[in-house]
């Protein structure tokens, strides 16, 4: 299918030489990026008895902001103190006179996390605009998931080295303390190497200085990501927010307590809700166990995040006891802990967007297509907690095309579809077979197709003699055919050899838009999209996030 290009408007121009810039735009449907569920498609394309009324598209929201929760004025002081600076002074102030929010967030990584990240936040700012030009005045919040524990998701970034790319690796996953909140995790001296190789694969800019000042040791990972996010969009006033201490968990309380006083009210729910879906063909994007609740401990003493797990009543429980590792624990015991050290109950990926929209009274949240499909079960969530279903919208999904890379799609007539389509072997082997001489092509195509003429006619003859004559003669051809592609096969080897610069450019290619069968958003850290085209990527990113474009927008310069 043939990407929709539009000329970007209200781009920003710069004073560098070196910043390069992305003028025009593709849009390709959802459907053109591989990997994607069955579910987060349908709910993105409204499909009937799959979409959720809170799954909408911007064009149809209609900004009504839920009522200020009791708790407003002190959330934006807590907001306020997290960024002081000058230029989130005016999305405070609008948030004090009762502004409405529109929420994204992430786990917080290495080096600023991969390019999808900033994606999130320009889609987030996009619609806080697109709300306060239509007279509801909103402000963008990032949330800075600090409470996840698994490290080995977030240790590591890849950058491109030239044609190249080369993955940085903070520490071994099992040389941190067990299962802790990453967002706590302190940054030891094993950074400096990292931050010094970063730098050089980075070349000086702005956003490398930004990287450097962020992750220093003695931060935890949580600050050096919140910093290099702050300046990255400081010029759009996006306001970033760690809700893991005790002041917001203590805001948030009703919902913890909802969860650990409803617990068996809610897994029965989810249960009912997974039935649903897998009735309907899908899988759920998460398992609910027997045993499986929606909250973690944060143990007091080595800090480690455990599951909650719910034990069955009995006579002499009839309430039912949870179990924390090998520790059981009553109800009153949870809240207890609750009460006095609140910021020790954590919420799970199902329970943690209810809590969140607790907090932050959200008109709309932006999320990856994880947490869109999230929706099709914490619904339920919603309906019992808040009584209400917050909406949410899918972010902003694009690849940068680089004009290096430009030019070998150019020169070899690849699109992005196609790039999708292949591994670097697969796509060497197609721009060879597009490299070769025309008359090998011409006098491969004649065989083929007198081969294949011949074959069908004398197969249907033999099946109209005998059902099973036919079907030895469909497997004699098949393996004729199969020799046939192997003659393709050895022409395009044979180029292969001729031009060693089509397996160089189909490696390159494969890297920059497709490394390891993965989208470049997934992979490439943002920090060197940041470096190359300046901070002005922000604004660049916020206006293309706020296009008409709902699927997948490749960058070109």
């Given at each position: 299918?043939?990407?929709?290009?539009?000329?970007e408007?209200?781009r920003?121009e710069?004073?560098?030489?070196?910043?390069?810039?992305?003028?025009?735009?593709?849009?390709y449907p959802?459907t053109?990026?591989?990997g994607?569920?069955?579910?987060?498609?349908?709910?993105s394309?409204?499909v009937?008895?799959?979409a959720?009324?809170?799954?909408?598209s911007?064009n149809q929201?209609?900004w009504?902001r839920p009522?200020?929760?009791a708790?407003?004025?002190?959330?934006v002081?807590?907001?306020?103190?997290q960024?002081p600076?000058?230029?989130?002074?005016?999305?405070?102030?609008a948030?004090?006179?009762?502004?409405?929010t529109v929420?994204?967030?992430?786990?917080?990584?290495?080096?600023?996390?991969?390019?999808?990240?900033?994606?999130k936040a320009?889609?987030?700012l996009a619609?806080?605009r697109?709300?306060t030009?239509?007279?509801h005045?909103?402000?963008?919040?990032?949330w800075?998931?600090?409470?996840?524990?698994?490290?080995?998701e977030i240790?590591?970034?890849?950058?491109?080295a030239?044609?190249?790319?080369?993955?940085l690796q903070y520490?071994d996953?099992?040389?941190i303390?067990?299962a802790?909140?990453?967002?706590?995790?302190?940054?030891?001296?094993?950074i400096?190497?990292?931050?010094?190789?970063?730098?050089?694969?980075?070349?000086p800019?702005d956003?490398t200085?930004?990287?450097v000042?962020?992750?220093?040791?003695?931060?935890?990972f949580a600050?050096a990501?919140?910093?290099?996010?702050?300046k990255?969009?400081a010029a759009?006033?996006?306001l970033i927010v760690?809700?893991?201490?005790?002041?917001?968990?203590?805001l948030?309380a009703?919902?913890?307590?909802?969860?650990?006083?409803?617990?068996?009210?809610f897994?029965?729910?989810?249960l009912e809700?997974?039935a649903?879906l897998?009735?309907d063909?899908?899988h759920?994007?998460?398992?609910?166990?027997?045993?499986s609740s929606?909250?973690?401990l944060i143990?007091?003493?080595t800090g480690a995040?455990?599951?909650?797990k719910?034990l069955?009543?009995?006579?002499?429980?009839?309430?039912?006891?949870w179990?924390?590792?090998?520790?059981?624990?009553t109800t009153l015991?949870l809240?207890?802990?609750?009460?006095?050290?609140?910021e020790?109950?954590s919420?799970s990926a199902?329970?943690?967007p209810?809590?969140?929209?607790f907090?932050?009274s959200?008109s709309?949240?932006?999320?990856?297509?994880?947490e869109?499909?999230y929706?099709?079960?914490?619904?339920?969530?919603?309906?019992?907690?808040?009584g209400?279903?917050t909406?949410?919208?899918?972010?902003?999904?694009?690849?940068?095309?680089?004009p290096?890379i430009?030019k070998?799609?150019?020169?070899?007539?690849?699109?992005l579809e196609?790039?999708?389509?292949?591994?670097?072997?697969?796509?060497?082997?197609?721009?060879?077979?597009?490299?070769?001489?025309?008359e090998?092509k011409?006098?491969?195509?004649?065989?083929?197709n007198?081969l294949?003429?011949?074959?069908?006619?004398?197969v249907?003859?033999?099946q109209s003699?005998?059902q099973g004559?036919?079907?030895s003669?469909e497997t004699?051809?098949?393996?004729?055919?199969?020799?046939?592609n192997r003659?393709r096969?050895?022409?395009?080897?044979?180029q292969?050899?001729?031009e060693?610069?089509?397996?160089?450019h189909?490696?390159?290619?494969?890297n920059?838009?497709?490394?390891?069968?993965?989208?470049q958003?997934?992979?490439?850290?943002?920090a060197y999209?940041?470096?190359?085209?300046?901070?002005?990527?922000a604004?660049?990113?916020?206006?293309?996030?706020?296009?008409s474009?709902?699927?997948?927008t490749?960058?070109?310069?």
């Amino acid at each position: 299918m043939c990407p929709r290009r539009a000329d970007e408007t209200n781009r920003r121009e710069t004073e560098s030489p070196e910043v390069i810039d992305l003028p025009t735009a593709d849009c390709y449907p959802m459907t053109v990026m591989p990997g994607m569920s069955r579910l987060f498609l349908d709910l993105s394309a409204g499909v009937p008895g799959a979409a959720l009324p809170a799954v909408v598209s911007s064009n149809q929201h209609k900004w009504e902001r839920p009522p200020l929760p009791a708790h407003w004025p002190e959330l934006v002081k807590l907001l306020a103190a997290q960024n002081p600076s000058v230029s989130a002074a005016p999305a405070i102030a609008a948030l004090a006179q009762g502004a409405g929010t529109v929420v994204t967030g992430q786990q917080v990584g290495l080096f600023g996390g991969p390019l999808f990240v900033p994606f999130k936040a320009a889609t987030a700012l996009a619609r806080a605009r697109q709300a306060t030009a239509a007279g509801h005045p909103h402000a963008a919040i990032f949330w800075l998931a600090t409470e996840d524990h698994d490290f080995a998701e977030i240790d590591h970034i890849t950058f491109p080295a030239g044609r190249s790319l080369e993955k940085l690796q903070y520490a071994d996953a099992a040389e941190i303390a067990a299962a802790r909140p990453v967002g706590s995790l302190v940054i030891d001296e094993r950074i400096t190497p990292l931050i010094d190789r970063a730098a050089e694969l980075l070349g000086p800019s702005d956003a490398t200085d930004a990287l450097v000042a962020a992750y220093q040791p003695g931060r935890t990972f949580a600050q050096a990501f919140a910093d290099f996010y702050a300046k990255v969009f400081a010029a759009q006033g996006l306001l970033i927010v760690d809700a893991s201490g005790r002041e917001f968990h203590r805001l948030g309380a009703p919902v913890l307590r909802a969860a650990i006083e409803r617990a068996d009210e809610f897994h029965a729910a989810l249960l009912e809700r997974n039935a649903q879906l897998e009735a309907d063909g899908y899988h759920a994007q998460v398992n609910v166990a027997p045993d499986s609740s929606l909250l973690f401990l944060i143990d007091e003493g080595t800090g480690a995040r455990v599951a909650l797990k719910r034990l069955p009543e009995t006579a002499s429980e009839p309430d039912g006891l949870w179990a924390v590792g090998q520790r059981k624990l009553t109800t009153l015991d949870l809240i207890a802990i609750l009460s006095a050290e609140p910021e020790r109950i954590s919420p799970s990926a199902l329970l943690r967007p209810v809590f969140q929209d607790f907090l932050l009274s959200n008109s709309l949240i932006i999320g990856g297509p994880a947490e869109i499909a999230y929706f099709a079960q914490s619904a339920v969530l919603y309906e019992r907690i808040l009584g209400r279903q917050t909406p949410a919208e899918p972010r902003f999904f694009g690849t940068l095309i680089e004009p290096a890379i430009a030019k070998l799609l150019q020169r070899h007539e690849l699109s992005l579809e196609q790039v999708y389509a292949e591994n670097p072997a697969s796509l060497a082997q197609h721009l060879a077979a597009r490299s070769m001489p025309v008359e090998t092509k011409q006098k491969l195509a004649a065989a083929g197709n007198a081969l294949d003429t011949e074959l069908t006619s004398l197969v249907e003859w033999m099946q109209s003699q005998d059902q099973g004559l036919g079907q030895s003669a469909e497997t004699s051809a098949g393996k004729i055919r199969y020799q046939m592609n192997r003659l393709r096969t050895l022409a395009a080897n044979f180029q292969l050899q001729k031009e060693a610069s089509l397996t160089r450019h189909a490696e390159a290619v494969g890297n920059a838009l497709f490394p390891g069968g993965v989208l470049q958003e997934r992979v490439h850290g943002a920090a060197y999209y940041f470096a190359r085209h300046g901070l002005e990527l922000a604004e660049t990113l916020c206006v293309q996030a706020g296009s008409s474009c709902a699927g997948h927008t490749a960058l070109w310069p």
